[in-house]
């Protein structure tokens, strides 16, 4: 399967964004979908997954109450709701596949298929 990242751009902080990831490619509903950053400097980290149904997601405690993740099975389309975004938010956001049997992984490795990244900015 084939992602692609889209949605980012320049906000000021408290705003909010929504990032979109859409697949082509094998049954997409067989894939979990997770949303991880990259900000200069530091290493890829996980933000936010949803299992191939859409029943689960997880999240890191950093984006906790502010994000949410949703998935249209029939668009092929992962969403991202970014709210009350911080400066701190800013960075490259990726998504990528994992297969459905693994839940949600919050684990680099386990996904594959990364798509280009969109570049979210929140200036203070």
């Known amino acids: 399967v084939q992602l692609q990242a889209s949605g980012g751009g320049l906000v000021q902080a408290g705003a909010s964004l929504s990032l979109s990831c859409v697949a082509s490619?094998?049954?997409?509903?067989?894939?979990?979908v997770g949303w991880f950053r990259q900000a200069p400097g530091k290493e890829r980290e996980f933000v936010m997954g949803?299992?191939?149904?859409?029943?689960?997601?997880r999240y890191a405690d950093s984006v906790k109450g502010r994000f949410s993740i949703s998935r249209d099975n029939a668009r092929n389309t992962v969403y991202l709701q970014m709210n009350s975004l911080k400066p701190e938010d800013t960075a490259v956001y990726y998504c990528?596949?994992?297969?459905?049997?693994?839940?949600?992984?919050?684990?680099?490795?386990?996904?594959?298929?990364w798509g280009r990244g969109t570049q979210v900015t929140v200036s203070s």
């Open positions: 949803i299992t191939g149904s859409g029943v689960s997601t």
């Open positions: 490619g094998r049954t997409f509903s067989n894939y979990a």
């Open positions: 990528a596949a994992a297969p459905a049997s693994l839940g949600v992984p919050d684990v680099v490795t386990y996904y594959y298929d």
